[in-house]
């Protein structure tokens, strides 16, 4: 199962860097074999959603707790106070985003001025995504 194909790999390492709370509390499980710095960096739905104890046991037993987005860093130090978090934002200039008055010449261009604009960003890629069966 999932723990044990994670042993082998983990001895192969310096750090273990496990995304979501649940892969953080396998590499935890495995600390006393790997003796491994981890850090386990949270998305949402594992801080939301997972069990309390899961997320009480990964918080307080791993060597750093990142996350791009403050409010779920806050909702883990409401389950674990102390435990080291560290916000590492999303490389996003959010001051840029939050200016509402730069949508100006989208809403004279296409004739919006009294709809509501919903904005998506997305990253522009210069080859097609690959997949698994499609790398070499």
């Given at each position: 199962?999932?723990?044990?194909?994670?042993?082998?790999?983990?001895?192969?390492?310096?750090?273990?860097?496990?995304?979501w709370?649940?892969?953080?509390?396998?590499?935890?499980?495995?600390?006393?074999?790997?003796?491994?710095?981890?850090?386990?960096?949270?998305h949402?739905?594992?801080?939301?959603?997972?069990?309390?104890?899961?997320?009480?046991?990964?918080?307080?037993?791993?060597?750093?707790?990142?996350?791009?987005?403050?409010?779920?860093?806050?909702?883990?130090?409401?389950?674990?106070p102390?435990?080291?978090?560290?916000?590492?934002?999303?490389?996003?200039?959010?001051?840029?985003?939050?200016?509402?008055?730069?949508?100006?010449?989208?809403?004279?261009?296409?004739?919006?001025?009294?709809?509501?604009?919903?904005?998506?960003?997305?990253?522009?890629?210069?080859?097609?995504?690959?997949?698994?069966s499609?790398?070499?």
């Amino acid at each position: 199962s999932f723990l044990f194909n994670a042993f082998r790999p983990c001895m192969q390492c310096d750090l273990i860097h496990a995304h979501w709370s649940f892969t953080g509390f396998v590499a935890l499980l495995l600390k006393p074999f790997h003796h491994r710095p981890v850090v386990v960096t949270l998305h949402g739905a594992d801080v939301r959603k997972m069990p309390r104890f899961i997320n009480r046991y990964v918080f307080r037993n791993a060597d750093a707790v990142i996350s791009a987005h403050r409010d779920l860093l806050d909702l883990a130090r409401k389950m674990v106070p102390d435990a080291r978090y560290h916000e590492i934002r999303n490389m996003i200039d959010y001051d840029a985003l939050e200016k509402k008055s730069s949508l100006g010449h989208i809403r004279k261009e296409f004739g919006l001025q009294k709809k509501k604009l919903i904005t998506f960003v997305h990253p522009v890629r210069s080859k097609p995504a690959q997949g698994p069966s499609d790398r070499a």
